[in-house]
């Protein structure tokens, strides 16, 4: 069963503070993704990686960064955080071969509140 | 315009009703298609995937109409179970190995006895 969790599942930070949120797949799977999930607008792709050390920009990159030194761990970065970061963040893995390259699993989310 | 659109709804329907939702896509190039479960306070979920000549698992049927860019999903004799939101989700082109998804809103569904 694959399994990818996540650091907290409630952070509440403050203004300018620098924030790590790590995610975690067993299943060694190839691609993680860092979402945020925000009400009306769905998941958003801040940044994703394919491989050890690669990453590439999603839809909404502008103060995130991300980390990948392991194929299991991709790590999200707020290095000054803000109020419009309080949001709902999931991580996800997928494979890139197999019989389901598309199925994205997610981690169980990190609600972070800036205040 | 969004990449992806869903009514947010909700659709309160009783048990037993049969309830359909609509998603449309603004890229044409799209190549796959698949719906996504997300109960409250939980992770998304893959619901079923979205083939050309639609697919059915159970209660579920799913349906693709590429020339009107828009995929739907029925659920036939609803449960009390099946409230959540529903996502819908579009890969818009084949992204090499990393097969990047775009979601939409999603629409939720309250089932009430």
């Known amino acids: 069963d694959v399994k990818v969790t996540q650091s907290s599942r409630y952070l509440v930070k403050r203004t300018g503070e620098k924030v790590f949120l790590e995610c975690v797949q067993d299943m060694d799977h190839e691609n993680m993704f860092w979402y945020r999930q925000d009400p009306g607008l769905g998941l958003r792709l801040i940044y994703f990686?394919?491989?050890?050390?690669?990453?590439e920009k999603g839809d909404i990159p502008e103060g995130y960064s991300v980390s990948r030194e392991k194929k299991e761990r991709f790590s999200l970065i707020l290095k000054s955080a803000s109020t419009n970061q309080t949001s709902m963040y999931l991580c996800?893995?997928?494979?890139?071969?197999?019989?389901?390259?598309?199925?994205?699993?997610f981690g169980p989310g990190t609600r972070l509140t800036v205040t | 315009r969004k990449e992806v659109e869903q009514d947010p709804g909700p659709f309160n329907v009783p048990e037993g009703a049969t309830v359909a939702f609509n998603c449309t896509y603004s890229n044409s190039a799209s190549q796959s298609f698949f719906w996504y479960r997300q109960d409250c306070r939980k992770e998304p979920k893959l619901l079923m995937s979205?083939?050309?000549s639609g697919n059915e698992d159970g209660r579920f049927t799913a349906q693709l109409n590429r020339a009107s860019q828009y995929i739907s999903l029925l659920i036939r004799d609803s449960k009390l179970s099946d409230s959540a939101t529903y996502l819908c989700v579009v890969n818009p082109v084949f992204s090499g190995g990393y097969n990047k998804l775009i979601f939409g809103a999603g629409t939720r569904l309250a089932v009430h006895p």
């Open positions: 990686s394919y491989d050890v050390k690669m990453k």
């Open positions: 996800a893995s997928s494979a890139t071969a197999g019989s389901s390259p598309h199925e994205q699993y």
């Open positions: 979205v083939y050309s």
